[in-house]
């Protein structure tokens, strides 16, 4: 008769024999996937991809390095052809979730969430085995306990601060702090953001307030001042601008018979989300005051082309108001452009402005680095932290209300040699690119070599 074998013995000896095959195959497909022998990087944006131009600047400059990325987020417009075209970059479109019917905002707001939820974890799951994860703050609801879940794959996770989510989130609720939604957010993206490997900010004040608000350790914390891309470029001096504005297809719809800048008429242009903290309603109630000034006390200032890129919530009601003026030297063009074309556009302009002011008044506007890329002097909003970037009567000119926009209006249409210094000094800015910032960055936060 054969001996019986204990079950415990039987059950140790399954257990044995199946370590190889943990090892070598469950352990691999579970924690690495697909990883390949390059090094690789999740870039995720809870935003479209073709307008986040850092997202996208950060996408290519860590591909020249010959990692691999894998850029996540929204395709809700053509990308940029310096990402498509890319072998290292992979890019996966997120789904979104469409308002359907009736229901209360905060609802659809819910489901939103979760929908973003399954679909961060579905891709997340599919790239397992990644180096690294680098993540956009804001929004930090869902996707940074999520990134801070997925280092237990072994994965580093580097937050990319653009802003304070809590403190967009404050601004829409009245700039009421102890709003419970506003006091969760706070909360989560303090407490989460102490599990990043590395910190990038924006500016000096937001690096020193995450240091000292939310503790994070300054070792691993640097500042990455945005800079203009390789697109943005001054216009070439091959070609006239008065030319260039007849000719190409993507503005020549624009310009009226009696537009000559050649004359001394000027184009101005601003980009906007059209949120609370981008108020166009300053830019609009300036251009009113302009108008007035011509048909009251100046009859040779010159006209403005006014182009408004972008698009969000608060569109509808500032095309209104712009349809429903009668305006007589001003002409005010809402466009809507790719990738590609925005930096032609911003070629053909005389003055950027820049309307922003931060919710947390720690950022900075990425918009005025491409326009300085584009040799545009610019007209912005101030607001303490811009001292980082503009200065006045150096490379821009700042204002505080409609009158102040006015007034810088009027100066930029009608000094020729203010127009030149800041010109000037704009050019020699522009020289300072992003690729060499970016590399001396990471090198600094020993993420790469």
């Not at 102890?178 to 004040?205: C, G, Q, R, W």
């Not at 608060?314 to 074309?341: G, N, T």
Request: proline fraction near 4%; include cysteine.
């Amino acid at each position: 008769m054969f001996l019986e074998i204990p079950r415990w013995l039987f059950a140790l000896i399954i257990l044995y024999l199946s370590i190889p095959l943990v090892v070598y195959y469950v352990i691999p497909y579970l924690f690495y996937g697909n990883k390949s022998t390059k090094k690789r990087i999740i870039i995720f944006v809870l935003g479209d991809i073709g307008h986040s131009p850092r997202i996208c600047y950060h996408a290519i400059s860590f591909s020249r390095l010959g990692w691999q990325v894998e850029l996540c987020g929204y395709v809700e417009d053509t990308l940029p052809k310096n990402i498509s075209s890319d072998l290292n970059i992979t890019v996966h479109h997120m789904s979104t979730l469409e308002r359907k019917g009736g229901g209360t905002s905060v609802i659809f707001m819910v489901k939103k969430v979760l929908f973003q939820v399954l679909c961060i974890f579905k891709l997340l799951w599919e790239l397992r085995g990644s180096d690294y994860i680098l993540v956009q703050n804001p929004p930090s609801i869902p996707i940074l306990p999520i990134a801070v879940l997925y280092k237990f794959t072994g994965c580093k996770l580097i937050i990319d601060w653009h802003n304070l989510a809590y403190s967009i989130l404050q601004l829409k609720l009245k700039g009421n702090f102890y709003h419970p939604l506003v006091l969760i957010s706070y909360i989560i993206e303090m407490i989460f953001s102490k599990f990043a490997d590395y910190n990038l900010t924006v500016t000096e004040a937001m690096r020193k307030y995450l240091i000292q608000s939310f503790r994070l350790n300054s070792t691993k914390c640097a500042v990455l001042y945005d800079r203009p891309a390789s697109q943005f470029q001054p216009l070439g001096n091959d070609i006239s601008r008065q030319k260039a504005l007849t000719t190409k297809a993507f503005i020549k719809y624009y310009i009226r018979d009696d537009f000559d800048t050649e004359k001394g008429d000027k184009i101005i242009v601003t980009s906007t989300s059209f949120t609370p903290d981008e108020d166009i309603g300053i830019l609009l109630g300036a251009l009113k005051i302009y108008e007035n000034s011509y048909v009251k006390f100046d009859s040779s200032l010159p006209r403005i082309l006014c182009f408004i890129t972008g698009k969000g919530p608060l569109k509808e009601k500032y095309m209104k108001q712009v349809k429903e003026y009668d305006w007589k030297r001003c002409q005010i063009e809402f466009v809507w452009l790719s990738a590609e074309d925005y930096p032609k556009l911003l070629q053909l302009c005389d003055y950027g402005v820049s309307l922003h002011t931060s919710s947390s008044g720690l950022d900075l506007p990425m918009k005025i680095l491409d326009m300085f890329g584009s040799g545009l002097p610019v007209i912005a909003m101030n607001y303490p932290v811009l001292d980082e970037l503009v200065q006045h009567n150096v490379n821009g000119l700042k204002f505080v209300d409609r009158r102040e926009l006015h007034e810088s209006l009027i100066f930029a249409m009608k000094d020729a040699h203010l127009y030149k210094n800041l010109k000037k000094n704009v050019t020699q800015e522009a020289e300072n690119r992003w690729q060499s910032n970016w590399e001396r960055t990471m090198r600094d936060l020993k993420l790469i070599h």
